[in-house]
């Protein structure tokens, strides 16, 4: 028994060959995507598909080869009948409203292997006030996967700890302010901070309520921010190139390949829309299928 997506595909293409007069080649090509992600849908019934199916799509077309060119066609494909479908009144949402398209100058987010971050963040000395400011940021943009304009402009009440959980307030675009988990490691890393490292920094300047200071006793630039990275970076025996967002594709990653549910991702990285943090589900994908092929003994 066919299934109602295989069903809404055929319709679909009479509507795009004698309506729209779409050429033989193109109504294929229509017919080769949608059989495609009928397939994948198999008997699920429309209302229950969202844009997380779509991007999974997307991602396994990806692990299967397909060139980036071809992935961005499967998702026009997809996203016309969709749209047909909700034009006609045979559904009620389009799934592929919010998904980007996998152009060819499109890029993954590079992330650190969770090795890496433990041997970047513990190769770092905290043994001076500049040590332990530089430990205490480097654990904060890890466990927050906050952006560096929204940690070096932290204030030393922003990271209180709560009454109830230990969370701080991190102020991002539109200075829309969201609520985020600390955790043990930063912490301890800021509370060292604070005790040991910055008021030694804040006697070099003029007093200034902002958490991370330089050494001469005023704000951390963003400038800062990033040499601290690379020279920890550089320590830690790391030799591709990183920065601040480095650490916050890290925390997404790895929050996701622990089991974190997509929104909750969002929220943390304050992204706008779920569709931003969907990228993310490729990389971790992508890890999970080179693990199999890698481990399994019939992969090959």
């Not at 304009?149 to 200075?175: F, M, W």
Request: aromatic letters at 4%; charged letters at 20%; proline letters at 4%.
């Amino acid at each position: 028994m066919p299934s109602e997506v295989l069903g809404l595909v055929e319709r679909f293409l009479r509507h795009t060959a004698m309506e729209k007069g779409r050429s033989v080649n193109t109504v294929s090509a229509y017919r080769r995507d949608l059989e495609r992600w009928a397939a994948r849908l198999g008997t699920r019934r429309l209302e229950s598909v969202s844009s997380v199916d779509v991007t999974d799509h997307l991602a396994a077309l990806r692990t299967e080869g397909l060139a980036s060119t071809s992935i961005t066609r499967a998702l026009s494909s997809i996203r016309s009948f969709h749209r047909f479908l909700v034009a006609e009144g045979l559904a009620a949402t389009d799934p592929t409203g919010s998904v980007l398209a996998l152009g060819r100058t499109q890029r993954l987010p590079k992330a650190l292997t969770i090795e890496q971050v433990t041997t970047l963040l513990e190769s770092t000395p905290t043994d001076s006030p500049t040590g332990l400011r530089d430990r205490a940021l480097l654990e904060l943009l890890y466990a927050t996967g906050g952006r560096v304009s929204e940690v070096v402009t932290l204030a030393v009440d922003d990271v209180r700890p709560d009454e109830v959980s230990d969370v701080i307030t991190l102020t991002g675009k539109g200075n829309k302010q969201r609520i985020v988990p600390l955790g043990t490691f930063a912490r301890d890393a800021i509370d060292a901070y604070l005790v040991r490292g910055r008021p030694a920094l804040i006697t070099q300047g003029r007093g200034t309520p902002m958490l991370f200071l330089g050494a001469r006793g005023g704000p951390l630039s963003r400038q800062n921010a990033f040499l601290i990275i690379r020279a920890a970076a550089e320590r830690a025996g790391i030799t591709q190139t990183i920065s601040p967002h480095t650490l916050r594709h890290s925390c997404a990653t790895h929050l996701l390949r622990g089991g974190a549910d997509i929104r909750v991702v969002q929220e943390i990285l304050g992204h706008a829309s779920v569709a931003t943090t969907q990228i993310y589900t490729l990389v971790t994908r992508d890890a999970l299928n080179e693990a199999y092929r890698t481990s399994h003994p019939r992969a090959h």
